[in-house]
Each structure stands twice: as C-alpha cells, then as structure tokens.
C-alpha cells in the first residue's frame, strides 16, 4: 500500500496508541518522515503554539493520537479538565491543520461517545440518539466535538478530515498501575503477583459475567494506516474485533497464558456495569479491513511486554 504523505504529524506519540502507530510507520513505509513533539514542547490545548508548531514542520498529515485519558475515578474527579482539555486540543489541532493545508487529518476517539444503553452491538449511527454514560460524560462530550469538527470540515471545505473510535485496546506500551489500569493490563499484572506469591486463590470483580469486547493495539495501529490510504473513509467508524468474551473466560485466559494454576473467585458484592459492549464493525469491514491478532495471541505478547518492562524497570504504571 503506497502513501501519498512525506511527513506526518503523530500526536500523543508517547501513549499506547501513537507509539503503535509511529513503530508500524516506520515498520512498513520507512521513507515517510513522522514528526512528534513530546508535551512538554507542545502543548496541543495551546492554539497559537500548535499553529505554529505546523507551520514550521508543514505535515501533510496527521493522526491524532493525543488525549487526556482516566478511569473513572479521574473522570468523576476533573470532569471540567476532561472536557476542556481534551476540546481545546481536538479545536487548535483541527483548525491549524485545515488552515495550514494538511491534506488528512485522522482522529482517535473511542466506544465511549455512544449512548449508555445503545443497542448492542453498537452501530455508528447510535451517535447522539440517547443520554451518554455519565461517568465518563465529559470524555465522550469532548470526542464528539472533535469528531464533529472533522465531520464539519470534510462537508463545508471538502477536506480528508476523519475519525476512528476503537474499543477496548490492550497491549504493547499498556498502563499497568496497580489501581488505574485497564481490565487486560490489570489482569496480567494480578496474575503475575499471584503465580509469583504462589496465591491459592485470586478473586476477580463482580460477577465475571458481563462482556467485553478488546483489541491489540497493534492492529489498530494497522487500521489507522489502512482508514488514511483509502479515498473515500467513513466520517467515523468503529474499529473492533467484533467478539466478545466474559470477564471470567478473559480471566481464565490470562492464567493460562501467564501460568497462573490457582483458584479464580469472582466476588458479586462488586457492580458489574454494563452487562455486554460490542461495536459492530460492518462499516470498518467494508472498507476492507480486519483484525489480524486474535485475543489467545494478543494474551501472549502482552504478557511479554509486561515482563520485559518489569525486567528493565520501565513497565508503565501512572
Ligand atoms: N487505551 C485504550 O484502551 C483506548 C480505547 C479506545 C480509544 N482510545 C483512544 O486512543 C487515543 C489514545 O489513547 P492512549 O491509550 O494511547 O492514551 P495514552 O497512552 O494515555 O496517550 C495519550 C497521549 O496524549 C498525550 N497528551 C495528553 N495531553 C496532551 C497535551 N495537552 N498536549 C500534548 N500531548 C498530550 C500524552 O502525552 P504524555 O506522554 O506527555 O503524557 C500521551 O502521549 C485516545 O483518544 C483514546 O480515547 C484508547
């Protein structure tokens, strides 16, 4: 697949995600010059700054990476930062990039903007049909904007300005914090303690019953560079693996990959949330791609991930 880009401009390159993206750049289209700034040279909620960050480095491209990201704790704790930050970020990127001439603009959101009880699975015109989930309201208010924005631009000055809104990623560069991490990420590193302690038993939150639906994030990575060579992408689309497993079966999967021969109790006192989240991924299929790492696989190269960063004492937990 051929790229008609000679710089592109990946934002948050240090995050999960724009780490994946700039390794398979540079993997597949060596050629092509990616630029970053680390935050603190560019702070994207800075408009002049970022204006002038673009008409210095002039991309032809930009995927969109950057976000103010939480659990729900930091979600309920700063919802005004949460959503200011993340829209001035999304309205100075947006704009500069139009106004400067960047001919593809891609930008990241996720599952989240979709109302709380959308049918499942969830399909791209569920958007804005009912209430959001209010834990995580300022999030999805602010990723609608930016996807919005892009969907404006593209219909009143005809630009390449899309989105994509991926569910739940996992993987290569993850957030292992003991309490903040994600549910992959936090399985993995309770399951490595319980092997290492030798732990009869490891009890897992709620009832194990509710599904999920995950993706590595190395095959988003290849869905991005997939959705910016097409011609005619999606205003927005879901990039999922269209499966999903129970807690209790993803946590059964993690100690068989990890080795973990204990007891797994699941613990009803705790609340499940929403029992099933799946995108439907027609739309994204249709524009022919689909996921190539299957959860097993995905399992095991986390896992190495993981260890490696705990090896060389830089696995990330903030
Ligand atoms: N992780 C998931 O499971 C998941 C699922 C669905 C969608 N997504 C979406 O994917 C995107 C990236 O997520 P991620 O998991 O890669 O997040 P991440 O690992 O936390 O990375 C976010 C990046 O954004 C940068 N950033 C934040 N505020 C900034 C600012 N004001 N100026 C410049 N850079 C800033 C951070 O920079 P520093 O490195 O300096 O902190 C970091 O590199 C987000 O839109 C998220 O909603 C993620």
Not at 200 to 228: C, M, N, Q
Not at 288 to 296: H, N
């Amino acid at each position: 697949m051929e790229l008609p880009y000679q710089k592109i401009f990946v934002t948050g390159h240090r995050g999960m995600v724009g780490s994946a993206f700039c390794r398979l750049l540079a993997r597949k289209h060596p050629h092509i010059q990616v630029i970053t700034a680390p935050r603190e040279q560019l702070d994207l909620t800075r408009e002049s700054d970022v204006r002038a960050f673009l008409e210095a480095n002039r991309p032809d491209a930009i995927v969109f990476a950057a976000s103010r990201v939480g659990g729900i704790i930091a979600n309920a704790t700063y919802p005004v930062e949460f959503l200011s930050e993340n829209v001035q970020m999304a309205i100075a990127t947006i704009t500069a990039a139009y106004e400067l001439g960047v001919k593809r603009f891609l930008y990241l959101g996720s599952t989240c903007i979709y109302p709380r009880m959308a049918p499942q699975p969830i399909r791209e015109e569920y958007l804005l049909t009912s209430p959001l989930e209010e834990t995580n309201e300022a999030y999805a208010l602010a990723k609608i904007v930016g996807l919005k924005l892009c969907q404006y631009y593209r219909k009143q000055y005809g630009v390449l300005f899309h989105s994509a809104m991926p569910t739940n990623l996992y993987g290569t560069g993850d957030n292992y914090h003991p309490n903040h991490s994600h549910v992959i990420p936090g399985l993995i590193r309770r399951f490595h303690e319980a092997k290492i302690n030798g732990a009869e038993t490891i009890s897992i939150w709620g009832t194990g019953k509710p599904r999920r639906e995950f993706l590595y994030v190395d095959d988003l990575a290849d869905a991005l560079l997939h959705l910016i060579s097409i011609h005619n992408p999606p205003d927005w689309v879901n990039v999922g693996s269209s499966t999903d497993i129970s807690i209790l079966e993803l946590a059964n999967l993690v100690a068989r990959t990890i080795g973990y021969q204990g007891q797994i109790l699941t613990d009803p006192s705790k609340p499940d949330g929403t029992p099933r989240k799946l995108t439907d991924t027609s739309l994204m299929q249709a524009t022919g791609w689909t996921p190539t790492i299957e959860l097993g696989e995905g399992l095991k190269l986390a896992y190495e991930d993981f260890l490696t960063g705990l090896s060389n004492g830089n696995l990330r937990s903030q």
